[in-house]
């Protein structure tokens, strides 16, 4: 809870200067798809001998809002192969750095090669096999929505003198799984009670390509500007088939007794998978002799 609360002091500066959040989409650019992705998995060869070694290359980007860290590993469906890796730095990758518009750099990458020795096979056969690598990443997104609360003869005031409500401003990270608060505004309180209680339908999507880990992430909500929350952490909240899932909770506001512009901030932590494959094809050869 620390680091959304960090961001939440981020946000509360951003509202009374007008800037906006490093990392964050302003409104209008949804975020989708992001976070590190595969940009290339490819074999040396696509045909070896049986007892021939092979390499496999991979290269991972991160294109998301935040930094990463993670593993990689490969997998080729047959316990007769044997892989070594020879990557800098081993299988796992550390505070791979986001991309910055601001500074106009692109998201850090990273490359893992490994040596791999076919199988031994019967001469005459020629079997194709499907390698697979896997990298396996925490991640997080965040989303930050604004919500106007106004008096009932603030709403009369303003539409008598023909003036406008604020414009809600929405900014999202660039994630995998992306986030999204969905609540109308604006929200008129009576005069006499000063005081307002509304639902909030908190939405989470896997838009990546990939998968959650255990279709499982964990939920934090936030209110500034004078709202309270009310059963919207979620520890362990499980998506439904592992893509999606909607909750819903209520947000507060006491003593309103001028327009004033809300902030809710929502923030999910997971662990995000992604894969590619290569396909290479083995053939046999006659175990006593030579190719």
């Known amino acids: 809870m620390k680091g959304l609360y960090a961001v939440l002091l981020v946000f509360s500066v951003i509202f009374v200067s007008g800037c906006t959040v490093p990392g964050l989409i302003p409104a209008g650019n949804v975020g989708s798809g992001g976070g590190v992705i595969i940009t290339d998995f490819v074999s040396e060869l696509n045909s070896v001998y049986s007892g021939e070694s092979v390499q496999f290359e991979l290269k991972l980007k991160n294109t998301g809002s935040f930094e990463a860290d993670g593993t990689v590993d490969i997998d ?3 316990q ?7 990557s800098f730095g081993g299988q796992s990758f550390t505070d791979l750095i986001a991309p910055s518009e601001e500074r106009g750099t692109e998201g850090e ?14 001469e005459g056969m020629r079997i194709s096999y499907n390698a697979r690598a896997e990298i396996e990443y925490a991640y997080k997104s965040l989303i930050s929505k604004s919500v106007t609360l106004l008096p009932t003869n603030e709403l009369i005031a303003l539409r008598d003198s023909g003036q406008t409500l604020p414009s809600e401003l929405i900014s999202r990270s ?11 505004g604006p929200i008129r309180i009576r005069d006499d009670v000063r005081a307002v ?37 979620h520890n362990d909240l499980a998506l439904w088939k592992g893509q999606s899932q909607t909750i819903t909770c209520r947000m507060s506001a006491n003593n309103v007794d001028a327009l004033t512009q809300s902030r809710i901030v929502g923030q999910i932590d997971y662990v995000y998978i992604t894969s590619a494959t290569a396909t290479v094809e083995v053939e046999g050869t006659d175990r006593f002799g030579s190719f």
Do not use: Y
């Open 174 to 184: 660039n994630s995998p799984v992306s986030i999204d608060i969905q609540i109308e």
């Open 197 to 233: 209680e509304f639902p909030v339908n908190i939405i989470i999507e896997n838009t990546g390509g990939g998968i959650v880990k255990d279709s499982k992430v964990n939920l934090f909500v936030e209110g500034m500007g004078g709202l309270t929350k009310r059963d919207c952490d």
């Open 76 to 78: 080729l469906g047959h």
């Open 80 to 86: 007769e192969w044997q892989c070594t890796s020879k």
């Open 109 to 122: 990458e990273f490359t893992v090669a490994w040596s791999c020795r076919a199988p031994e096979i019967d």
